[in-house]
């Protein structure tokens, strides 16, 4: 079996970037659509080249790359739901969140921070950071210390 090198491969990416520039410059040349005279339609028709070519280049340079779903068919890939995730997808980042979530809480030290707090108010703080630190989760937990925290050391 012959293995194709990278320089024997279409570029697929180049590919992608004409037929997406190709999209736009066609809904760009709907909406100029009129009566127009020669002259006009010379300059349009200049303009539309122009355009479509800045808008490949772009899209090359950048990466930018639209995979639709009879793309990602054609290759074997699995398909995508309404908001653009497929299930390992959805699983991979759900596995993530739920790893943050259930990791302990790095320590903090609270009592330098209760210093700067008025005697009469520390109370109310520690209830509050153990609201927090009993009603929530992980990484969320920690997000909402790190927020209120801040707040005291502002205040």
């Known amino acids: 079996m012959k293995t194709t090198s990278i320089m024997d491969r279409q570029d697929r990416r180049q590919l992608r970037a004409r037929s997406v520039a190709a999209a ?4 760009i040349d ?5 009566d127009r005279d020669l002259d006009l339609l010379a300059k349009e028709t200049q303009l539309l080249r122009a355009i479509d070519e800045a ?6 340079e ?4 639209v995979m639709t779903d009879y793309h990602r068919s054609e290759i074997g890939l699995p398909p ?3 908001k653009g995730w497929t299930v390992e997808e959805i699983l991979a980042y759900e596995r993530m969140m739920l790893e943050r979530m259930t990791q302990p809480m ?4 609270l009592s330098c921070i ?3 707090i008025p005697p009469d108010e520390r109370n109310e703080v520690r209830k509050a950071l153990d609201y927090i630190v009993t009603h929530f989760p992980g990484a969320y937990r920690e997000g909402l210390l790190r927020a209120f925290l801040g707040r005291l050391g502002e205040g």
């Open 24 to 27: 736009i410059v066609q809904a």
């Open 30 to 34: 709907k909406l100029l659509q009129r």
């Open 55 to 60: 808008v490949t280049n772009l899209l090359t």
């Open 62 to 65: 950048k990466g930018i790359e």
């Open 80 to 82: 995508r739901d309404q």
């Open 106 to 109: 790095a320590p903090m030290i």
């Open 114 to 116: 209760l210093t700067n």
